[in-house]
């Protein structure tokens, strides 16, 4: 079901739109035990960048967005994605991540397990870095950076044109979320989840909305 907008609703498109074109990327670490789940929490989504130019529509139609994280079974910590796109707050809970060796994750489809991309942080454990590959006639990557309290610092900033950059993208090419509305407002129980755990690192985790408006 897509809102006005055509491709918008596929925010963070290759999130959780990737279940319709399943790619398994190379060089991904293992799966690792550990022992600090750091992904878990609140995530604010800051800017992204993308190779596919349908993916960049969706990044340029979304003004706000967050991700909660939570523990799963195992080293699965299972995401929920909120997004707004125009008028309308689309959620997503399709994704999951699962712990990696030197504190990458990797991203996957919560039912078919899937490979879709990794998640990494960017300079500290503030900022959370997805990574997401999408195969279409040939395969497309895209940047999504999340941070705890919706900022970063310019060093992030330049790093994350940097990544850009290794996509074959210009380094001004991310394009940063204007929270212009608060359409998508954290749930009781996020919220409830984020005072236990101190404040800006309480809840929050990486999915793409690719469903029907929240009630």
Known sequence: MAPP???????????????????????????????????????????????????????????????????GGGQELLITQ???????????????????????????????????????????????LIQHHVQREETYSALYLYARNRTVSSEQQDELGRRAERLGLSRGAAVYAPWRKELCQPGEKERAEERKNGGARGAAPPSVPTGSPRQ
Do not use: Y
């Open 5 to 71: 907008g055509g491709s918008a609703v596929l925010i963070l498109t290759a999130l959780l739109s990737a279940a319709a074109a399943p790619h398994k990327p190379t060089a991904l670490p293992s799966p690792a035990n550990t022992t600090v789940p750091w992904p878990l929490g609140m995530w604010h989504f800051v800017a992204g960048a993308a190779q596919l130019p349908q993916h960049l529509l969706d990044l340029l139609l979304i003004d706000h967005g967050h991700l909660h994280v939570q523990p």
């Open 82 to 128: 909120h997004v707004a796109v125009g008028d309308r707050c689309l959620s997503n809970n399709s994704t999951s991540i699962h712990l990696g060796a030197n504190g990458t994750a990797l991203l996957r489809h919560a039912q078919t397990q899937h490979i879709l991309g990794t998640a990494t942080k960017l300079g500290s454990e503030d900022t959370l």
